[in-house]
C-alpha cells in the first residue's frame, strides 16, 4: 500500500534494545540513500544465531552479488544489505504511554526511489522456519530521516522474545524480503509507582539512615491493565553506597534502608533477571536531598612510632586511628579512606585503604623516606592535617671516596678520605668511621674510631693518626659500620710497609768536657726487612745538639755509613747540653731512627 506522512514523532529513549537488533538497526544508519532514524539503548537480551532463520516461506530467491532488476517473479531475500536494494530494520519496541510502538528504519533502492509499503512479520523465536506469523503489520506513516511507524501499537499474543521479518518495496520495482531482521522484547512495562525517602532531621556522621519506600506496577502493553508486582526484586542505594535489596510484597510495595555516604542522592532500580529480560522491562527511580550534612574536624593519630627501623629488604606497618572531632571529644571515624603520599607513591597523594570499625587503619611501607598520611574529605568529615612518619630501611648506597692510607718515616700513619651516603651527600652529624688493622690481612682488628665531619674537617670528610706499636706496618682499612638509613661497606685494604732501622753505639766515654773539647760518636746504623738485623751501609748519619735551656736543636756533623754500616762523627762541646745520632730516611722504603741521647756538662 502506498504510505502517507502524518506528521512528526517524538519518543522517549527506554532502555529494552537488544543487542542484535541494535546492531542491525545501527548498520542501516551506514547505508546510503535515506537517512535512518537512531535506535534507543540496548537491552540485554542477544538474539542467537540458533534463533535466527535464514529463509522465509515466502519461497523468493535469495539475491546474488548483483542487484536483480524487477521482474515481476516475487521478492528477493536478503540476509544483509546489498548495494542497490532496499533495506529495512524494525527498532526495538517503544513503550511509550505503556503501549509497544513499532518503528521501522527503510530505505528504497536508490537513486530517487521511493518505498512504496512495508511489511512485518512477527514469529516466535523457537518457531520453525515455515511458521505462520503470529502477527502481520501493514499500516505504517513516514516519520522522518528514513522512520516509519506503525499507525497502531503492537499487540502481541505473549510476552517475550520474537523474530522480525519485513518486506521492503520500493517504486522502482525492487521488492526485498528479510526474514531475519532481528528480535524484539514484547514485554510488561515496570514502573515505580511509588518512590519516597526518610532522612534524619539530624543527619550528620551518627545519624544517616536512611529509609525508603516504594511500589512496582505492571502494565500490559496491550490491554493497558496495571497490576502490582510481587515477588521483585529491587536495588536501593544512594552515590557511592552498597545498594540495599528490598523484595516486593504482594500488593507491590517495599521497604528498606541504607546507610549513606554523603549528600543524599537515593536511587532504586528494577533490573529483569536473565529469564525475565525478555519480559519485563527495566525500571529506574530517583530522589535527592539537596542538603548537605554538618561535617566533623578529623586529624590523624599514629598508634606506630614517627620514626620506624626495618632490617634491610623489610616492610614497615604504619598503623593509625582516623578520628574525628564531636564536641569537645575525638571519636574513631569508621570506614573512611586515607590517602599515602611519600617516596613510594611518587610523592603523589594516592589512596592507600580505609579504617576498620573502629577507625584503626594499617599501610605497608618497602621504601625507605618520609611520609604524609592524611584522610579523603567527605560531606561528613573534613579532611585532616597531614602527618608524618619517616621509614628507615638500610639501603647501598654509603661509599669511601679519595681515600689515603699512607705512612710516614717516623713510623705514623695516616687514614684520610671522605664517606658519602649516595644522593644524600654527607652523613648525619655524629657518623663515625672504624679503622681497622691486620697484621696478615686476613684477621682485623678494630684499632681507632674517628668521627666525620668533626671540627676543621669537611661534612664528609675524616682523618685519623695510626700507629700499631712503634710503627705503622701492617694493613690497614676503614668501614663504615651503617645506620638505619644506609648499609654498611668497608673499604679496600692497604699494606703499609717501611724498613725499620736502628742506631747502635753513639754514647760518650764521659758526660763531662771541657768547654770547646772535642767529642767523638761512633757506632753502626742497620735495618731489618725480615727480622734480623744487618749492617745498613752507605747511608747518611747525623749528629744533633742542644743546648740546655734551648728549643732548638742544631746539625753539628755528618757522616756516611761504610760497607759495613759503620759511622764515625765528631764536633767541639761549647756549652752543657744534649747530644744524639740520627738516621733520616730519604726515600719511602726505611724509617728513621735515632741513638740513645747523651747530657754532656761543660765546665
Known sequence: MQLTVRGDFHVRPR?????????????????????LAGPSVPSSTPMKAADTPTADA???????????????????????????????AAAPFDYTNDRANLRVSARSSGKGATVTSLTVRFYPLDAPADAAP??????????DAGV???????????????????????????????????????????????????VPSDFDFDHRTVTVHGALTLTDPGTGQVSPFSGATVSVGGSGSDPSKATTDADGTFTTSFDAIGAIQTFGEYEPGREDSWTHTHAYAYLSQPDLPASEPTRIRFTSPPDINVPAGGTATVTGVVERKVGDAWLPAPRTFFELSGPQTGSDWISSGFSDDQGAFSTLISQAGSYQVRDEATDFLQQSPAEGVRVHIPQPGAQFTSLSISQDATGQGLVAGHLTLGQAGPPPA???????YSADGKTWRHAATT??????????????????????????????????????VTGKAVHLLRTPTRITGGRLSTTHASRNQKLAFSGSLQQSSTGTWHAYGHATVRLWFQPTGSKTWHLMSTATTDAHG??????????????????????????????????????
Do not use: M
Not at 529494552?16 to 537517512?35: H, K, R, W
Not at 503470529?134 to 516519520?143: A, I
Not at 747540653?577 to 719511602?588: E, H, K, L, R
Open 430 to 436: 655524629g657518623t663515625t668511621v672504624q679503622v681497622q
Open 58 to 88: 515466502t519461497g523468493a530467491p535469495t539475491v546474488g552479488d548483483t542487484p536483480t532488476p524487477p521482474d515481476g517473479q516475487g521478492p528477493v531475500i536478503l540476509s544483509k544489505p546489498v548495494p542497490g536494494l532496499p533495506w529495512a
Open 15 to 35: 532502555l529494552f534494545i537488544s543487542t542484535s537488533v541494535a546492531a542491525g538497526f545501527l548498520a542501516t544508519l551506514a547505508l546510503p540513500g535515506q537517512a
Open 566 to 603: 759503620q759511622y764515625s762523627l765528631s764536633a767541639k762541646d761549647t756549652s752543657t747540653g744534649t747530644w744524639y745520632v740520627a738516621y733520616q730516611s730519604p726515600d719511602t722504603h726505611h724509617l728513621n731512627s735515632t741513638s740513645v741521647h747523651t747530657r754532656v756538662d761543660v765546665k
Open 451 to 488: 668521627t666525620v665531619g668533626r671540627q676543621g674537617l669537611g661534612k664528609d670528610e675524616f682523618l685519623c693518626d695510626v700507629r700499631q706499636g712503634s710503627n705503622a706496618n701492617g694493613y690497614w682499612r676503614v668501614s663504615f659500620l651503617g645506620n638505619r638509613d644506609w648499609l654498611p
Open 134 to 143: 503470529v502477527l502481520t503489520v501493514t499500516d505504517f506513516e513516514y516519520v
Open 148 to 198: 516509519w511507524r506503525a499507525t497502531n501499537p503492537v499487540v502481541l499474543p505473549a510476552f517475550g522474545a520474537y523474530r522480525v521479518a519485513l518486506d521492503v518495496r520500493d517504486d522502482h520495482g525492487f521488492d526485498v524480503t528479510l526474514p531475519a531482521g532481528g528480535t524484539v522484547d514484547y514485554q510488561q512495562v515496570v514502573h515505580f509507582s511509588q518512590y519516597t525517602q526518610s
